[in-house]
């Protein structure tokens, strides 16, 4: 399997145009699941403090054979660590369950509006990048008038933006607000998963046109749009196909097609009323 190309951030740094999620990847079993995605080529790992497994990436990271400046490990602070001193103690604390000297990227995980401290909470990542906790900092489920927010209290647009976006919720307007502020789009379940989407017709049809499964047609979608996937899979054959996305191309009106699947937001995940602590 040919690299997973990467893009640079706003800040300067790489990031890949795929990666793996870690989400109820545990114990020694996760370990080796995520061991077996780095030796496919992955090199971003999305952790978060609630997956409650950032020892295993950490160990992840130790046993495989990559270089550590070759990984990028993302975790992200849960909506009871929000406040400026609060989200560096945060950090900190990750630092300790990954057992790593740097996390690559930080994120918040939810706005949790109805607390009213995102942004505090965002300038103790500016505190913790600072003092070389982390190297990059973004935040998860954020509304454009959110990363407004954060943009004219601190001057800093967040380097990464991880939201739910599937062929079935695209995000368009998000995404353009993003490219404007040079926001780079991260997608959780980019699979929509527990859903009919891979038995589409016009998944299916770009499947056969290409030969390549719908899933490869889901995440090269993705990629297309300018938004890094995220796919959770223990599975190294799984792994494998969910990273062999960049053989094919699809045309725009291809992407157009996918797109207009829409239908909106699958879960409640609106950060404007949903809430995780």
Do not use: C
Request: negative net charge; hydrophobic residues 40%.
């Amino acid at each position: 399997m040919s690299a997973i190309p990467s893009v640079t951030l706003n800040d300067g740094t790489w990031f890949p145009e795929v990666g793996l999620g870690t989400y109820n990847l545990r114990g020694e079993e996760g370990i080796e699941a995520m061991v077996a995605a780095v030796a496919s080529g992955y090199r971003l790992l999305d952790t978060a403090v609630n997956y409650e497994n950032e020892r295993e990436v950490g160990e992840a990271v130790r046993r495989s054979a990559v270089g550590r400046d070759e990984l990028l490990v993302t975790s992200k602070i849960p909506g009871r660590h929000h406040g400026r001193q609060e989200a560096i103690d945060s950090v900190k604390g990750s630092l300790g369950m990954l057992g790593l000297e740097r996390i690559d990227l930080h994120l918040i995980h939810w706005p949790n509006p109805s607390v009213g401290r995102y942004v505090e909470t965002w300038q103790g990542l500016l505190e913790a990048r600072d003092q070389g906790l982390v190297r990059s900092i973004g935040v998860s489920n954020f509304t454009e008038a959110m990363l407004t927010e954060l943009i004219e209290e601190t001057g800093v647009a967040p380097a990464v933006n991880q939201v739910e976006l599937h062929p079935y919720f695209p995000q368009d307007a998000l995404r353009a607000f993003h490219a404007k502020h040079g926001i780079r789009t991260e997608s959780w379940s980019p699979l929509a998963r527990r859903t009919e989407l891979m038995t589409e017709q016009i998944v299916q049809e770009l499947a056969a046109v290409h030969d390549v499964t719908p899933t490869q047609v889901v995440l090269r979608w993705h990629t297309q749009l300018g938004s890094t996937p995220i796919p959770k899979s223990a599975d190294p054959d799984r792994q494998r196909e969910n990273a062999d996305v960049f053989g094919f191309e699809l045309t725009d009106d291809q992407v157009a097609a996918v797109s207009a699947l829409e239908r909106g937001r699958l879960w409640g995940g609106d950060p404007n009323t949903h809430e995780e602590m």
